[in-house]
């Protein structure tokens, strides 16, 4: 079971792409593991990791077929930097709270929403979230320091206006915001209805492949590249000129048949 005891020197393990369905208790003692990659395997249950506790950064445990997470898992590994578990059947967000994180990636699984429990005083600079079932976005409100937000196709149809313009308020330093892909006909159609804030740091929006047919009201959010390719886009008068800091607009395949002054 002590797999790798005598290799005491041992800081970065990768065993991806094997057909490894059990890691056993104290598999790991006596090494001091800083990178542990155990993707694209068949797991089921992740292995107990206590004896890196201490010096674990980076987990990967992407591309197996973990189905849950205890609630208290990650509590004793405090050194993480790096989380990746694309591509399993999660279906809810892992437990992170008070956690100082560089990147969390968790795309591609079944997760229906997020706890505030589990984020609460999370900070993080890139959460991708892509290809899950959300549909309410509050509680990303709660982290910090987010910088790269990736929600592609997740079913954001119904989340207000509002919720939105709160989450560009609350994460002053988001610098991309990916929306590929949610289903949604409207996004920021008529601008907040009391603007009391004016971001300074540049912003790239990806709107691509939704039901939009009309620009986004964007003032106020200093955004520099727009993508609204595989819409039904239709340019209407006063809309453009609002975007003064717009830099890369993109609105491949739209129903636009005339193009004006703008």
Not at 12 to 21: F, H, M, P
Not at 77 to 86: G, H
Not at 135 to 143: C, R
């Amino acid at each position: 079971p002590y797999a790798f005891s005598n290799f005491t020197q041992l800081t970065k393990l990768t065993v991806n792409y094997g057909k490894i369905n059990v890691v056993a208790d104290n598999a790991f003692m006596n090494t001091t593991i800083e990178w542990l990659s155990l993707s694209h395997n068949d797991i089921e249950q992740l292995p107990s990791l206590t004896d890196i506790s201490a010096t674990l950064k980076n987990f990967y445990f992407s591309g197996n077929k973990i189905a849950s997470i205890p609630e208290s898992y990650f509590t004793e590994l405090k050194q993480l930097n790096i989380i990746q578990l694309f591509r399993n059947q999660l279906t809810h967000f892992p437990n992170l709270r008070g956690f100082d994180l560089y990147s969390i990636e968790i795309w591609e699984n079944r997760i229906s929403h997020l706890e505030d429990s589990h984020i609460e005083n999370l900070t993080i600079r890139i959460l991708d979230i892509r290809d899950n079932t959300i549909t309410y976005i509050a509680p990303i409100l709660l982290i910090s320091e987010l910088t790269y937000l990736f929600l592609d196709s997740n079913p954001l149809h119904e989340v207000p206006d509002s919720h939105f313009y709160a989450l560009f308020e609350s994460l002053p330093k988001l610098q991309h915001l990916g929306l590929n892909r949610c289903y949604l006909t409207k996004f920021l159609n008529n601008g907040p209805a009391n603007l009391t804030f004016r971001r300074t740091t540049p912003l790239t929006i990806q709107l691509a492949g939704n039901k939009l047919t009309s620009l986004p009201a964007l003032e106020g959010l200093h955004v520099e590249t727009l993508s609204l390719d595989y819409n039904d886009i239709e340019i209407k008068d006063g809309i453009i000129e609002k975007l003064g800091h717009l830099r890369h607009l993109y609105l491949r395949n739209s129903n636009i048949t005339t193009l004006q002054p703008i």
